[in-house]
């Protein structure tokens, strides 16, 4: 949402209605929302979830979900994104075996108060969240240029969880990942499905930074409307070859 609405901002500029920029506005309040409510200040990192209704915080600091922020909200908030990323990649990536690539802890054992007891911890998280952080931390690698650690998770993605190419899309049910989950309907391979599309977002993401600084005008006529795909193309000069 965050970016989405900068990029809104950039395409249209200040809301005619409330006089705005209706991007910076949300920004603004869901950062002092996150700051205030769901980053646990022993760690310094994020809730899995938070409950407005009652005030509670689920006592687990989610590698996931502070992934899946610092490398939103990277382009307004470099130093305190970049803190994030350090620190789940020097406490939550761990090495596989065998030289097969990284994972991601999917949570750290906490005291009531929030305060971390052990980070040396070698428990794989493979299914549901742990998996989910996997792949959004490579996607987090890429943002904040970290090539080493992309490196690494996509060798467990090539090694471990075998993606193939079938109709049309990214799946991993397709070879020996069949294990069963105790999800019904749900074995290990289906369960990956779901999350490789961030794994070819990772692979192709060249950076907020470059898409928000992109000058959007060229694409708007003289009054600031955009301009329909057609006129765009056909204003383009045409190769004398």
Known sequence: ??????????????????????GEVYRRDYMKFVK???????????RRTYHRIGDVAEKFDGAYATAFTAMMVRHWEPEWTNERYQAIRNLYLKEL?????????????????????????????MLGEGAMAIFLVQAA??????AETFDRINKTLSTVMRPKWSESE????????????????????R?????????LWAKVHVGWE?????????????????????????????STK
């Open 1 to 22: 949402m965050i970016v989405g609405l900068a990029i809104y901002d950039k395409l249209y500029g200040m809301d005619e209605k409330f006089g705005v920029m209706l």
């Open 191 to 199: 369960m990956y499905n779901m999350f490789m599309g961030w794994a």
């Open 210 to 238: 470059a898409i928000l600084n992109y000058d959007w005008s060229k694409n708007r006529d003289k009054d600031g409307r955009m301009l329909d795909y057609g006129s765009v193309q056909s204003s383009r000069p045409t």
């Open 141 to 146: 690698a890429r943002e904040f240029g970290d």
């Open 36 to 46: 205030e409510y769901v980053v646990n200040p022993n760690t310094g990192m994020l």
């Open 97 to 125: 075996d065998f030289d097969l690539g990284a994972y991601v802890v999917e949570s750290l054992p906490e005291t009531a108060e929030g305060t971390l007891v052990d980070t040396d911890v070698d428990e794989p998280g």
């Open 170 to 189: 990214i799946r991993c049910d397709l070879g020996w990942f069949t294990e069963d989950t105790g999800i019904p309907g749900f074995s290990m391979g």
